[in-house]
Nanobody, 118 residues
Framework: QVQLVESGGGLVQAGGSLILSCAAS????????MAWFRQAPGKEREFVAA????????YYGDSVRGRFTFSMDNAKNLVFLLMNSLKPEDTAVYYC???????????WGQGTQVTVSS
């Protein structure tokens, strides 16, 4: 059974930092792209960052590029999102995602809340 379990969310002041973690289990993810998405109240889910499990280029959404950093520890099946210079508009539920490069099948975590106060 595939599981993606996020952690690390919380309340932080504007300008602060947080590190989100995603523990992936239940299968090999070598043919998957790992990603972070977020969804703020009343808004659509938004792409944050992504990279293929085996490495290569990291992609970022326009609103986070230069402030957020995506990383992975493949040996421990962990995916991270380092968030710096946080803004109130970064407030959202952040989701870990694994998408198969073969057929696009998605797995999602349950999400972790990030709240940035002004």
């Amino acid at each position: 059974q595939v599981q993606l379990v996020e952690s690390g969310g919380g309340l932080v002041q504007a300008g602060g930092s947080l590190i989100l973690s995603c523990a992936a289990s239940g299968r090999s993810f070598e043919n998957y792209t790992m990603a972070w998405f977020r969804q703020a109240p009343g808004k659509e889910r938004e792409f944050v960052a992504a990279r293929h499990w085996t490495g290569g280029r990291t992609y970022y959404g326009d609103s986070v590029r230069g402030r957020f950093t995506f990383s992975m520890d493949n040996a421990k099946n962990l995916v991270f999102l380092l968030m710096n210079s946080l803004k109130p508009e970064d407030t959202a539920v952040y989701y870990c995602n694994a998408q198969a490069t073969t057929d696009g099948f998605d797995y999602w975590g349950q999400g972790t809340q990030v709240t940035v106060s002004s």
